[in-house]
DNA sequence: GTTGAAATCACTGAAGG
DNA sequence: CCTTCAGTGATTTCAAC
């Protein structure tokens, strides 16, 4: 079980991952040492997965964002259609939904031309698919992968 | 415009944005403090938005992904909508569509029936929304917001 | 781009409450 | 579980080249 000063340790990383662990020890009011070992052992139990960077999209360009459902039949246990996918460097997500049984992709792409090329290009082309709709994003205004850490959340330990 | 060494020093953060620069400046075969001034040049210039910790959603309770369609009518230049929405916690992004001309929203939650209170007493609730569309995910095989880097990507500095 | 010096921080281990 | 205190090595900034 998290306490109030992991819970607070957490909250901290999430906005500056790469703060000195002294700062992190002062706004938590502990010794630096503690405050490691706190860390140190989150990452262990799996409760931190890693650290990264976040690449501002618009510098990339990759400004288009895109849900495009995809309505495809496969044999069971084959698996093309989901490699085929995650090879596409666009492609940052692959759900199975349920609903219309089909994928649901999140990708990222320059402008809807590009959008346009990639479906009908690298999309419609893999074995198996049989349609797409595609959600073209026109404004995006919350977009985070954060996850809200409170008191209650975690499993105990 | 990035070169290449740039765009290794990007790579290697996008994997472990926790690595000593040390490790970065053997990698790319440049000394330590080459390596800072360019990661620093490529903050100030929002090439780089930031560092955060990523956490392991199961230990959060929030292994249930959804997508929601929100179909909503509203009065021209109003955002009751928009901030409704964005506070809620559960939900990660907020995506004007087109196609339905309607939002779709990605949240996750602990299981399906918190994501049916969630939609019933959070979502239907707000203020003009008309019904919404729920695309639970069942399975997911790639999830990722990284950006993926090349040489040609960045516009010209 | 480099090197080198100096201040700060990370990390470890030990001693103790 | 926390603290403090050393000690070693890395980070970071700043200078000069």
Redesign the interface.
């Known amino acids: 079980m998290l306490d109030e000063i992991s819970i607070k340790i957490?909250k901290i990383?999430?906005e500056?991952?790469?703060i000195p662990n002294v700062e992190v020890a002062r706004q938590v009011g502990m010794a630096p040492s503690a405050v490691l070992e706190r860390i140190r052992k989150m990452e262990m139990?799996?409760?931190?997965?890693?650290?990264?960077?976040?690449?501002?999209?618009e510098?990339?360009?990759?400004k288009q964002?895109a849900?495009v459902f995809i309505n495809a039949r496969e044999k069971p246990g084959e698996l093309i259609l989901?490699n085929a996918?995650?090879e596409i460097?666009?492609?940052?997500?692959?759900?199975?939904?349920?609903?219309?049984d089909c994928y649901?992709v999140k990708l990222?792409v320059s402008d809807t031309s590009e959008l346009g090329n990639l479906i009908r290009e690298k999309i419609q082309s893999i074995q198996g698919v049989i349609s797409t709709?595609?959600?073209?994003?026109?404004?995006?205004?919350?977009?985070?992968?954060?996850?809200?850490?409170q008191e209650t959340?975690?499993?105990g330990q």
Chains 1, 2 share one sequence.
Request: hydrophobic residues 40%.
């Open positions: 957490l990383l999430q500056k991952a790469r139990q799996g409760i931190i997965d890693g650290y990264e960077v976040r690449l501002n999209p510098q990339f360009n990759r964002i849900f989901q996918l995650s460097q666009e492609i940052q997500e692959i759900h199975f939904v349920s609903g219309d649901l990222r709709r595609t959600a073209a994003v026109l404004n995006t205004f919350k977009e985070t992968a954060r996850i809200p850490v959340d975690v499993s």
